[in-house]
Structure formats: C-alpha cells, structure tokens
C-alpha cells in the first residue's frame, strides 16, 4: 500500500545528519522551506484547538470558546485593531492544554506575530484577572501590582476590565469561530523571519 503523497515524508526530502554539528547548510536550506510547509499548518491547528474549547465549560456560564469569542467580540466592538482582536480571542487557547499555565502557552503562541505589547497583555493576563475573584480562592486578587512598573501594566488592566473579566454572559451575541477565521490566518501566516531581531 502507498502512502498519500500528502502524507508521504520522502527520504530524498529529509536531511541525513544524526547531530546537528554534522549539518549543512543545505540541508538546512531544505528545513527553512518545510519550517514554511509547517507554518502553513498553523493557522488550522489554532482553530482547531479552539474548537476543543467548545466542550469545555469547566463550571463557567458559557464554554471557553463562547468567551474567547465573548472577549474578541467586545474588543471589536470597542474599535480595537485587528492584532489586539487575535489576542483576545486566543488569550485563553491553553485552557485545555495547561489550565495552571495558559497564559504562558498563549503567550508562546503570539509571540512571533504581535507587538510587545500585546504579548506582554496575553502573558500576564490570568494574573491580572484574579484582581476580579481572587479572594474568593484563598489568592492574593492585588498580585497583578507586582508588575506595577511596567509599561503594560494599565493596557493590561484594561483588556481584562473591558474584555475578559465580562465575557461569561450566555445572553452576549458573539461574532462565530469562523467571523474570525480570516484574522488567524493573517497573523500565522508563513512569513520571512530572516531579518527578524532574536530575543
């Protein structure tokens, strides 16, 4: 039985090193370009690991998909870009993957494709929206004040207030997974990276 070709990992495609010291730079001229092919890939697997946010409701009044698009939508609402609209509506994408950690996974996501900024907003913001209820789970709700320095602390303070801290309400009409479909794929779309600064 043959493998579908779009399946099919060729031998004479794959790079023969067993160390990264016995490379070449041909076969990582081979690897950027199917770094590209993955690339391409990410944009359906970012909307499909939301999909899986749609089963989940986790005690909430709505699913974590309902409020993803809940915070996206009101940004939107609000006049926000499109770039602060994607980070809305992916700051919770770890819920299911890392519920102690999502904010990081967020963040690790977004992070090649938006400003500091925001992907200070997407890292920091569970522990800024604890001011809202942490009391009530033996947390400190002020923890967000230890980050009282940064340049983003009010930017982030306003995204959970206006955004996030109000999106669990089953009456919201919401924007579809699909309305926002358009805005994953621009942002995770393949791009040069080679002039692109290292951190």
Known sequence: MTPDASTQDKNDTRAKFTTFAE???????????????????????????????RHDYGGFPVNRLEHCLQTATR?????R??????????????????????AAVAAAIVEPAVSKANH???A???????YFFWQHVGLDPNARDN????????????FCAKYDQVAFDPDYKSAPLE???????????????????IN
């Open 23 to 53: 490379s070449t730079k041909a076969d990582w001229d081979n690897i950027m370009v199917q770094l590209q092919v993955t690339q391409a890939r990410v944009a359906d697997r970012l909307i499909e690991q939301l999909e899986y946010l």
């Open 75 to 79: 940004a939107e609402r609000d006049g």
């Open 81 to 102: 870009d499109e770039e602060y609209i994607l980070c809305a509506l992916v700051h919770d994408i770890g819920d299911n993957l890392s519920p102690y950690n999502h």
């Open 120 to 122: 200070w907003l997407v």
């Open 124 to 130: 920091h913001h569970g522990i800024f929206q604890g």
């Open 147 to 158: 980050f009282r320095d940064s340049d983003y602390y009010d930017y982030t303070a306003e």
């Open 179 to 197: 309305y926002y479909e358009p805005i994953i794929r621009k942002f995770f779309a393949p791009r040069d990276r080679t002039s692109e600064k």
